[in-house]
């Protein structure tokens, strides 16, 4: 009878090494598009805040129509604009989805607050007023 071959241990880890690489690839992919996934929404969300700033600026001073504007150029893209009144004061928040939608489930909200200047006409209290709302670039 003929004995059989043995196979060395070094044959039995043949390709072991590929298998773990390709593991490691793939590992540093999915932590690297994380890594892109909050970049892009701490980016939309710096975008929404510099954008409620300003239109509670704009809208504080009488240009509604300014504010939607600014709202438009410095948020990310479909974000809606809610403006709400009480007394001499007002109340912007800006919503948008980061990244173009491509955070599922992700949405960045800032709002600004702002006292109307002397001679604007107040905002209507507790109705919000849609400026802008969606409008692609």
Do not use: N, Y
């Not at 043995?6 to 992919?29: H, I, K, N, Q, W």
């Not at 710096?46 to 410095?74: F, K, W």
């Amino acid at each position: 009878m003929a004995a059989s071959p043995v196979p060395s241990p070094a044959a039995a880890d043949r390709g072991s090494v590929t298998v773990e690489g390709a593991l490691a690839l793939c590992s540093l992919v999915v932590v690297f598009a994380f890594v892109l996934a909050g970049t892009a929404a701490v980016t939309g969300q710096l975008r929404c805040t510099d954008a409620a700033r300003e239109a509670a600026r704009l809208i504080a001073r009488g240009q509604p129509a300014l504010a939607a504007e600014a709202v438009r150029t410095l948020a990310p893209s479909g974000a809606t604009l809610d403006v709400r009144g009480q007394g001499r004061t007002v109340a912007v928040t800006v919503r948008a989805d980061p990244a173009g939608g491509l955070l599922p489930g992700v949405t960045v909200v800032a709002s600004a607050h702002a006292e109307l200047e002397p001679g604007v006409a107040g905002v209507s209290r507790d109705e919000p007023a849609e400026v802008g709302a969606g409008a692609p670039r």
